[in-house]
């Protein structure tokens, strides 16, 4: 079982490799466009993640996912990885980050 500080420092670790994440059609990581939703630790090494795509028909809509679960699962502490993919609420450009929308010059 993890102590908090270890759930946080697991939800830090899971952050920064969503981080290295790219969607290949758009210069920015999957985190600061906005598409990751939650990471939700437990104790006991099971991760949830919810994330959506910038759109259902999106042509990464099998890989991206797929290399998400992948990387996080190699993670130390890491037990089990539940992905989820939503599109409620849809993504818009509204929930990238000042840093992503500096990226796409749209700043």
């Given at each position: ?46 991760v ?8 259902p ?51």
């Open positions: 079982m993890m102590n908090p500080d270890e759930i946080r420092e697991l939800t830090e670790k899971i952050i920064r490799v969503t981080k290295n994440i790219y969607d290949p059609e758009i210069p920015v990581n999957i985190y600061e466009l906005g598409l990751i939703y939650e990471v939700d630790v437990k104790e006991n090494g099971h949830k993640v919810v994330m959506t795509l910038t759109a028909n999106c042509p990464v809509a099998e890989s991206l996912p797929a290399q998400v679960k992948e990387e996080i699962e190699f993670l130390t502490g890491v037990t089990e990885v539940n992905l989820e993919i939503t599109f409620e609420p849809p993504w818009d450009m509204e929930m990238m980050s000042d840093e992503a929308k500096l990226e796409m010059g749209l700043l």
